[in-house]
């Protein structure tokens, strides 16, 4: 996962930021190379399925947080499909990162790799 400054994705180019009451099923993926989905507040969920949901639809682009995004959503932020993030400005990016290094393999598939751990072992 790519932590990005408020300073740098200030200057990015512009994706495509996608409300979070948009439906991610609509959404045109031909030549996007970024889409933004948004965290206004982090009991607010809904960006982690459009993440999830534009992965299963096949985007290999990069798909980016903000908002109200904490260290403590990262690993979920990773497995739903997020690739890069801008944290909160009170978060500790290099803590973020240590996190991340926490687990090497989860049981259940996920947005990035979908078959279960059993099922990768077997292969």
Known sequence: MQFISSNQHNTD???????NDADAHAVSLDDLARIDLHFPKFT?????????ILRRRGYKGDIR????VLIDQLVQ??????????????????HGKKLLTHYTAFYQ????????HFAQAQA
């Open 44 to 52: 607010d969920g809904r960006a982690f399925s459009q993440a999830f």
């Open 109 to 116: 598939g996920d947005a990035v790799h979908p078959q279960p």
């Open 13 to 19: 180019a512009p994706g495509l930021s996608l409300a």
């Open 77 to 94: 932020m990773q497995r739903s499909g997020f690739s890069s993030v801008v944290l909160r400005q009170d978060q500790n990016a290099d």
């Open 65 to 68: 947080a903000h908002g109200d």
